[in-house]
């Protein structure tokens, strides 16, 4: 039987909106070890040395800060979203019970 191939999200950061959909989706998840991991993913995509360059931060550092479990700082995480040319923006969460107390439309045929 054939092993699947482990799947690497890198492969798929072909452009600077997949690389923002990416982020953004790991931010959202509120997920320490995920956005670590996402952020990682697109440093590799862009290059460890040249994400290391851009940001004054030491490559081995940014090897063990970007991966599970690595828990980067804050500025590291400024630093390497700067690198990566996109910005964290916050925004209001969506309020689930209010969604949840509209009542649904439906369309008929009469």
């Not at 990416?22 to 959202?28: G, I, K, M, Q, V």
């Not at 290059?47 to 360059?53: I, L, N, P, Q």
């Not at 970007?66 to 390497?80: H, N």
Request: charged fraction near 30%.
């Amino acid at each position: 039987m054939a092993k699947a191939k482990d799947f690497d999200a890198a492969e798929y950061l072909d452009s600077p909106e997949a690389i923002a959909a990416y982020l953004s989706e790991a931010f959202a998840t509120g997920d320490d070890d995920l956005i670590a991991q996402a952020l990682g993913a697109v440093a590799r995509v862009k290059g460890m040395t040249t994400v290391a360059k851009e940001t004054g931060l030491n490559r081995e550092n940014l090897y063990r800060a970007l991966s599970e479990g690595g828990k980067p700082e804050l500025s590291t995480v400024m630093k390497v979203l700067d690198a990566f040319d996109v910005q964290l923006l916050a925004k209001p969460k969506a309020d689930d019970k209010a969604a949840a107390a509209q009542p649904n439309e439906v369309c008929r045929a009469e």
